[in-house]
């Protein structure tokens, strides 16, 4: 097996940072040496295949980024990132592992949906990948099915409080399922947002003549997602299951999450960077239908009423644990502009599964978060609520050699053309400047990118088998 030491590197873990070299052999990291240390010989780096010179620069865990929707169907389109192209560019922006979304539609069986993402994404991925299962239809057949999951090593699944037709779950839906997510350790995912009442909205809205993208945002208050946001921590009270919210992107929701934890509850909330930077009046209220690129849900908040720095101070006392992109691209042309003259046809989603790193490590940089903290919640923590820890998540010996090598002094434009390699016509983080780069990234063991050129391939990334959420209290 090939033998790679990257050395003269500082390795930030998400509890301190120090000099050591790493020695990877294949896929696996067997040593970290620090300085001192010569059991190994001082002479290693004549006697491995590669060495890697990281002076100067941060060795990380590779990215996990746990919430991604590669060739997602919605809206009578399908997101245009698919697992070959977006795991490429998820390798390119120090991502090396992603958990996607198998969907099970209404009418279709959990395990046949699952199965038919397993064949979409296997052999065409350049990075490693999971799945959670996705049910849109609580009944007692996906209800049985959900309790098998995890012997095929999957341990989470998702359920929609918002898309009434399309993905909703009622009431009685979520109780039973959380029931379930109760006591076989599947943890629960949660779309918190009240979708019965946002319909009443975008209705209104439309009938006033109110069709720009920036409406999206109105329909979509922060009301409706605080609201769905307790009532998901209330059955999730009552029944014991742990919950996880996705995209948590208002003030209040973040409250919600805060007062449930404070009670001691296994309660979870990741973000997403568009909450972080975006908003309804920048971005969502751009002139004419430049807006469409920015509408996903739950929505941007607007700047004016600061959840953008709210969301950050969460972040930073952990009341939120973790930042994924919810990554779902969608091309202006042929896509987003099916809702010319109407928002609600705009299909949903941003594409920025390149650039999570580069954005949060941009958090370091303006003092919101230390680089430890970016660590975490990049990879460690992602790696625990997942149950990948150990092997994903850590730079330590028996650990996958996911590794990334990081640059403070590099530079980062964001646009098309420059640094993005996402299977989109334009880019929602075009004119962003990042005070750090990407600069090398192995997966499992083998270069993926170095030097500004991809050298991986397609098939290099393969799924892994999860264990239960190791998060919970
Ligand atoms: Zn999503």
Request: contains cysteine; charged residues 20%.
């Amino acid at each position: 097996m090939a033998t790679t030491l990257i050395t003269g590197g500082t390795v930030v873990s998400s509890t301190g940072r120090g000099p050591a070299d790493i020695l990877v052999d294949g896929e696996r990291i067997v040593a970290l040496l620090y300085p001192g240390t010569t059991a190994l010989g001082a002479n290693l780096a004549e006697t491995v295949d590669t060495v890697i010179d990281a002076s100067g620069k941060y060795v990380v865990p590779g990215g996990i980024d746990a919430h991604t929707h590669m060739s997602m169907p919605f809206g009578g389109t399908t997101a245009s990132d698919d697992f070959e192209t977006g795991t490429r560019a998820a390798a390119w922006g120090g991502t090396t592992m992603i958990i996607d979304f198998a969907v099970q539609k209404f009418g279709e069986r959990v395990q046949d949906s699952l199965q038919t993402w397993h064949k979409m994404a296997s052999g065409q991925c350049a990075v490693d990948y999971s799945f959670h299962q996705i049910v849109g239809d609580v009944n007692d057949e996906s209800l049985a099915a959900l309790r098998r999951l995890p012997d095929e090593g999957i341990t989470s699944y998702k359920l929609f409080m918002a898309y009434p037709g399309v993905f909703y779950s009622d009431d009685a839906q979520i109780l039973r399922a959380m029931q379930i997510g109760a006591n076989t350790g599947l943890l629960t995912m949660m779309h918190a947002e009240n979708g019965p009442a946002i319909d009443v909205l975008v209705a209104q809205l439309l009938a006033e003549g109110k069709t720009d993208p920036y409406y999206h945002g109105i329909a979509r208050a922060w009301q409706l997602e605080e609201e769905a946001t307790h009532r998901a921590i209330m059955l999730a009270d009552l029944t014991g299951a742990p919950l996880y919210v996705v995209h948590v992107s208002a003030k209040q929701a973040v409250a919600q999450l805060a007062a449930a934890r404070d009670r001691g509850r296994n309660v979870f909330g990741e973000t997403c960077p568009q909450y972080l930077y975006l908003s309804l009046e920048d971005n969502l209220g751009a002139a004419g239908f430049e807006g469409a690129k920015w509408v996903c849900s739950t929505p941007l908040r607007s700047r004016q009423e600061e959840h953008q720095d709210q969301v950050w101070q969460a972040l930073r006392t952990n009341d939120l644990q973790m930042v994924s992109t919810d990554h779902c691209p969608f091309c202006m042309k042929g896509q987003k502009d099916m809702g010319i003259g109407d928002f609600s046809k705009i299909p949903n989603g941003i594409g920025t599964i390149e650039h999570r790193m580069d954005l949060m490590y941009q958090g370091v940089v303006d003092g919101r978060i230390t680089l430890e903290r970016w660590v975490e919640i990049t990879s460690t923590t992602p790696a625990r609520m997942f149950g990948l820890y150990g092997r994903k998540g850590v730079l330590a010996p028996g650990a996958d050699a996911d590794i990334v090598v990081y640059d403070p002094n590099g530079h980062t434009s964001i646009g098309l053309g420059k640094t993005h390699h996402m299977n989109m016509d334009h880019s929602a983080w075009e004119g962003y400047e990042i005070d750090g780069h990407v600069d090398t990234v192995l997966s499992r063991g083998k270069v993926v990118v170095a030097d500004g050129e991809y050298r991986g391939r397609k098939g290099d990334g393969q799924f892994v088998r999860r264990d239960p959420c190791q998060y919970l209290i």
